[in-house]
């Protein structure tokens, strides 16, 4: 079992994204939590990091936990930058990495491309083996053809092998042996054996999220290990843990094998700080909405818990790229902060998903750049300050963001600036609403029942633009929501995911067996957490299953209650698949039998959670001093720019209610308030806005 190394009290968790890194800092001892931003330093992103600690006075040798999530496994895979890597994969299946699942959601299109595999043909090698769907032997192994492949694949370089063999979910040896073979022949080379992912079938799935893996692993690893590096130069000496795209923590020896499981990792931690809310405030159901510098992620919570999935499809649907591995169900646009709009064919105006990143950043970030954002946008309406951004550490250029406006937008359209930032940030609405449907109205939930809690840095100034597009009426902005991502790690629990595909009819069942595969996967997370260097306050289980009529190719997946395999009570977990397929789509059939088609386990080592502090109480009408002044501010139902006043959120207290227009400024973030609109603080100092119908 692992020891745990603690030195300092201080829980230290940070976020890169793809224009600002946050840091979020704990001290378990005074029960302070403390903030740091700077601009991502994508060339050396170790660099970044230590610059929001230093923004911040945090010394890393007081620290005794390091919690980390990053972008840098997602930007690869969409920027194919990755690994040279190859495959071997069973004798007669060379191509289905290719050949997929054969989607065409446009009939009718002469242009339409298929997804362009990782890996190309020339590296995909088959190995002449053979299982039988039970995991039985059908041919032995051909080890002399597995040495002679790596020894091919080390004379051509290759830096990373993934390896996908027929029912390897049913019976692991022959990975086990191919891999063991290839880091003999090959000692330098990233390795990924597909049963370690995925304990699933569909073997398309399988070898997209092996390869992924082993494409992204190089970089990730290297720069994992380099901030390992950078942690101990600076005297740390406690852990270090990697959040998964579940919003889950795992050791980063186990984020340097098993990499493509950060894929959301950021945007995970975002959905957990978010539950953390619901749960204080009573809140059942909500939105998580996140809007940073580069896109807009949206992920729900039903019943107090996040939707999540088993897989995802990266480079959007017709030309995705599968990841079967356990993730938040998290829908995202290229519209961000830094997101650029451009005239194009037809003096049409675009916004994104071409990003101004940090370096050059937006043009009023005086670092460059040329051509106007979304950030220029909310500048020149009024809705971001020339001398108050960052609390003043950053001063903004108006005149550069208006002087671009009017050259590639405005002039060209025949409209003033004004004219074309309010344009831009209509169109930035509509493409970041469509996050937010994609997670509730495409999953069959009433997005205008939820309330959405909405966080990053850009996320407030467009909150009641957003929630006014998709009828939702109440909005929540939680406590420093420019550095959400980064504070929800703090509320993170370790975290282990298995999955068995089982393949079982509901009514001939037999629970014995299926409760003995349970325990068997709950005892294995169980060691797991146990063999960790982070001591839980309670391991916690749950339990679920893809279920789906018979008859069905794809299963929906059901939480179930512990208490359904105590009473074996086939019944109950029949009626509440039922419900659960009525809400995903629309209709279930009651009078149907179904299948059982895998069994999945969470296994939860709850942390020790961050206090939420109390502010202080207040009358309903907010202290002078919080009100920093009055600045004009344009909004659209007024048709000209508007006498708004600006408060300062660290001096709003509970009770206080005011009416829009109105701008609440705080360190990395604004709130727009749009007319209309109420805004109420409540005890934790979140801001609960009642959305008006005044469209602006």
């Known amino acids: 079992m692992a020891q745990h190394k603690q030195q300092g009290a201080l829980r230290i968790a940070v976020d890169i994204g793809g224009t600002f890194t946050d840091m979020a800092c704990f001290d378990e001892t005074t029960g302070k939590i403390s903030f740091g931003k700077a601009l991502s330093t994508h060339g050396q992103l170790v660099d970044g990091i230590q610059n929001t600690l230093d923004s911040a006075g945090v010394d890393l040798a007081n620290g005794y936990l390091f919690l980390h999530g990053s972008t840098i496994v997602i930007n690869t895979l969409l920027e194919r930058n990755g690994a040279k890597t190859a495959l071997l994969i069973t004798e007669g299946f060379r191509d289905i990495y290719e050949i997929g699942r054969v989607n065409r959601p446009d009939a009718y299109n002469l242009f339409f491309s298929k997804h362009e595999p990782l890996v190309p043909r020339s ?54 042996r191919v891999k063991a073979i290839l880091q003999e022949e090959i000692p330098g080379a990233f390795v990924t054996a597909s049963h370690e992912l995925s304990q699933e079938y569909r073997e398309f799935e399988r070898v997209s999220t092996a390869v992924a893996n082993s494409y992204v692993g190089p970089r990730v690893s290297a720069y994992l290990g380099e901030l390992e590096q950078h942690l101990e130069d600076k005297g740390f000496a406690g852990d270090f843990y990697a959040v998964q795209s579940t919003g889950g923590l795992f050791p980063v020896e186990h984020a340097r094998r098993d990499c493509v499981r950060m894929l959301e990792s950021g945007p995970a931690a975002g959905v957990i700080g978010a539950q953390a809310i619901c749960a204080q405030l009573g809140m059942h159901d909500a939105i998580a909405f996140d809007m940073g510098g580069t896109t807009a992620k949206a992920g729900v919570i039903s019943q107090g818990r996040p939707l999540t999935t088993g897989s995802a499809l990266i480079g959007g649907y017709e030309k995705a790229l599968p990841i079967q591995i356990p993730m938040m169900d998290i829908f995202e646009v290229g519209t961000g902060g830094g997101s650029i709009a451009r005239l194009e064919l037809g003096h049409s105006l675009r916004v994104g998903p071409r990003s101004a990143g ?29 001398q108050h951004f960052l609390g003043g550490e950053m001063p903004l250029f108006l005149e550069r963001a208006q002087q671009a406006m009017n050259d590639k937008v405005a002039t060209p359209l025949g409209l003033d600036a004004t004219q074309a930032a309010d344009g831009i940030l209509r169109i930035a609405v509509t493409q970041m609403s469509l996050a937010v449907k994609a997670v509730t109205t495409e999953r069959g939930l009433d997005a205008g029942k939820f309330t ?5 840095g850009a996320g407030p100034l467009h909150a009641s633009a957003i929630a006014r597009e998709l009828g939702i009426r109440k909005v929540l902005i939680p406590y420093a929501p420019g550095y959400f991502s980064a504070y929800g790690m703090l509320f993170s629990d370790l975290r282990y995911d298995y999955v068995r595909s089982v393949f079982r009819h509901l009514n001939g069942l037999s629970f014995d067996d299926i409760e003995a595969i349970y325990k068997g996967m709950e005892d294995e997370g169980r060691a797991a957490i146990e063999a960790s260097a982070i001591r839980p306050e309670e391991i916690v289980f749950e339990r679920a299953a893809d279920m789906r009529y018979i008859g069905q190719e794809h299963a929906v997946t059901v939480d179930l209650a512990h208490d359904f395999f105590v009473k074996k009570d086939r019944a109950a977990i029949k009626t509440h698949f039922d419900e659960v397929h009525a809400v995903r789509y629309g209709t279930c059939a009651p009078k149907e039998p179904a299948d059982i088609v895998s069994l999945r386990v969470t296994v939860l080592g709850r942390m020790k959670k961050p206090p939420r502090n109390v502010v202080e109480a207040g009358s309903e009408q907010a202290d002078a001093k919080a009100l920093r002044g009055h600045k004009p501010v344009y909004f659209r139902s007024a048709g000209q720019y508007v006498p708004t006043p600006v408060y300062q959120r660290d001096l709003l207290k509970n009770g206080n209610v005011f009416q829009g227009p109105a701008l609440v400024e705080e360190h990395a973030s604004t709130t727009v308030v749009q007319p209309g609109d109420t805004v109420k603080v409540d005890a934790y100092g979140n801001l609960q806005i009642s959305i008006g119908s005044d469209r602006s």
């Open 452 to 456: 959405m809690v909405v966080y990053g």
């Open 123 to 176: 590296l995909r090698y088959e190995v002449s083996e053979r299982l039988r769907a039970d995991g039985s032997l059908h041919k032995a192994l051909d080890e002399d053809r597995v040495r002679q492949v790596a020894r091919d694949l080390k004379a051509k370089h290759i830096e990373a092998v993934a390896v996908l063999l027929l029912h390897s979910y049913r019976n692991p040896d022959h990975e086990r």
């Open 358 to 386: 940090s370096m050059p950043g937006p043009v009023c970030y005086g670092r460059g750049g040329t051509e106007p954002t979304v950030t220029d946008a909310n500048l020149i309406l009024g809705r971001l300050d020339e």
